[in-house]
Nanobody
Framework: QVQLVESGGGLVQAGGSLRLSCAAS????????MGWFRQAPGKEREFVAA????????YYGDSVKGRFTISRDNAKNTLYLQMNNLKLEDTAVYYC?????????????????WGQGTQVTVSS
């Protein structure tokens, strides 16, 4: 079992930056691929970014490419999402997720563990 706790969300103006963190506990972190997803009110959960267990493979959703950066520190059991040039449409609850194998994936059904989410609100 893996427990995931997100932090770093908040209110930011458009064009600003935030860094989300996801602390993992319960199992060794490095074998797990990790991902970030987000869900806005009334919308389906959307893929944001994913990273393989080693960090060598990374994927981004089209809407965040060039603005967001996913990274992980396996020594600290922590996943990060650096979000720059935030837009109004980035407003959502952001979730981190862990996958039992090390291969990165972009669909929710591939992930086995989920955090509770952290709210990101971008204002004009």
């Amino acid at each position: 079992q893996v427990q995931l706790v997100e932090s770093g969300g908040g209110l930011v103006q458009a064009g600003g930056s935030l860094r989300l963190s996801c602390a993992a506990s319960g199992r060794t972190f490095s074998p797990y691929a990790m991902g970030w997803f987000r869900q806005a009110p009334g919308k389906e959960r959307e893929f944001v970014a994913a990273i393989s267990g080693s960090g060598s493979t990374i994927y981004y959703g089209d809407s965040v490419k060039g603005r967001f950066t996913i990274s992980r520190d396996n020594a600290k059991n922590t996943l990060y999402l650096q979000m720059n040039n935030l837009k109004l449409e980035d407003t959502a609850v952001y979730y981190c997720a862990a996958k039992r194998t090390s291969v990165a994936a972009i669909t929710t059904r591939n992930y086995d563990y989920w955090g509770q989410g952290t709210q990101v609100t971008v204002s004009s």
